[in-house]
């Protein structure tokens, strides 16, 4: 399994053996002091998203907020103005504001970075920066506040990946990525939006961990770049394409979502298909192994969302019921155990979800009514729930 370039939470090496603004004010701005929910009204929460340690939502008012671990400004606020320490390192148990003042429609939490859409379409990111991925084109090692990503475009999606790179889906519906990895026109590196080779016209991207893939516009195609070695392309092959190359053929897919080694999809039909390392597939017989191409996760559910992380995948069934499975490490399928389960296991609690969004060692969902909810590793305080406790089943994000 390939591994972030950053300090991972000793669980997860253990198991390895997302009103409209413009500008973001100066970081001397009053917003920018930390504002935790503790002190706030209550969250309701539109969206979530799991980055690596770290994970952040969007509430109803357009606001962000974020928790979890804090090294390099990632939960955008100063690492120096954290909350509290956790496994050595600033973090917050709780979530707190995104300093800058802006509202997000979307927000993506990737590996010690986050990226957002704001209301306004322009896409803007905050925390590490050593390889470029905050796009804008700036050397500073981080930052904690909000950044514009370089140039004058405007969006439709962003993904922030696990390693250092993000991608984006421009108004007109080009791809763009920015950061270190594959960036999709052949190069590796820039610290500005590139374009991605090709004429496609994108509807969505997911940036995984060295690999990255998404649809199109184009009855559901998908296509996917980069490291291939477990067959996360989907193609059929263990080549690596610096450049887009078909995925998935024959399948119309409706939406896509990267992981660290494999890929998941929901098809136009509501079935859900996985591919890659074994370990996500969902397909059963164990974890060892890869799995080429697209292959239906097991049982006949319907499903309504789809995410793929390092360890485990998870999904929301039509009726909203969540599933988790692959690795149980941590609690991180959230059905009372951390034993591993290689084919759909239902999340405990008898909640009805929205989406689900599955990470490294944890992950995070929102249910009906706009609470959000987190299970699995909290050694940095990202579930959220005002602890550094693991849990093996879902529990409330502090606030929500």
């Keep these: 399994m390939r591994c972030p370039r950053l300090p991972i939470a000793p669980l997860l090496l253990a198991a390895l053996a997302a009103a409209c603004g413009d500008e973001a004010p100066s970081p001397t701005s009053p917003e920018t002091a930390p504002v935790s929910a503790a002190g706030a009204a209550a969250l309701d929460f539109v969206q979530v998203s799991a980055g690596v340690e770290h994970a952040c939502g969007v509430t109803t008012d357009g606001k962000a907020w974020c928790w979890g671990a804090n090294q390099y400004g990632e939960l955008g606020i100063p690492p120096a103005g954290s909350p509290d320490p956790c496994s050595s390192r600033p973090c917050s148990f709780s979530p707190v504001a995104v300093s800058g003042g802006l509202r997000f429609r979307h ?23 050593d390889g470029g991925q905050l796009g804008t084109k700036s050397t500073a090692e981080g930052n904690f506040t909000p950044g514009r990503v370089a140039g004058d475009r405007t969006y439709r999606q962003v993904s922030a990946g696990s390693g250092a790179m993000a991608c984006a889906i421009s108004a007109s519906r080009s791809a763009f990525c920015w950061g270190s990895g594959r960036l999709g026109n052949g190069t590796s590196r820039s610290r500005g939006p590139v374009k991605v080779s090709g004429d496609l016209e994108w509807a969505q991207l997911s940036v995984g961990a060295g690999f990255v893939c998404g649809i199109t516009t184009t009855a559901g195609e998908a296509w ?6 477990r067959g996360q392309l989907g193609n059929g092959t263990t080549t690596t394409s610096g450049t887009p190359v078909r995925s998935a053929e024959g399948l119309r897919i409706a939406r896509i979502d990267a992981g660290n080694e494999h890929a998941c999809a929901l098809l136009a039909d509501a079935r859900a298909f996985c591919w890659g390392s074994r370990v996500g597939v969902g397909t059963g017989g164990g974890g060892i192994g890869r799995v080429l191409v697209p292959t239906p996760v097991g049982g006949t559910r319907k499903w309504n969302g789809i995410s793929a992380g390092a360890l485990h995948s998870c999904g929301v069934t039509v009726i909203g019921r969540g599933f988790c499975w692959g690795m149980g490490v941590g609690g991180a399928l959230g059905n009372g155990s951390t034993e591993d389960r290689f084919t759909p296991a239902v999340v405990s609690g008898n909640l009805e979800f929205v989406a689900i969004s599955a990470s490294f060692v944890f992950s995070c969902g929102v249910a009906e009514g706009g609470k959000a909810w987190c299970w699995g590793d909290n050694s940095n305080g990202q579930l959220g729930d005002g602890t550094g406790i693991n849990r093996l089943v879902p529990v409330a994000v502090a606030g929500s």
């Design 224 to 229: 996917c770049w980069g490291a291939n070695g």
């Design 107 to 129: 927000i993506s939490a990737g590996a010690q970075f986050t990226c957002g859409l704001t209301n306004g379409d322009k896409v803007f990111c905050w925390g590490r920066n």
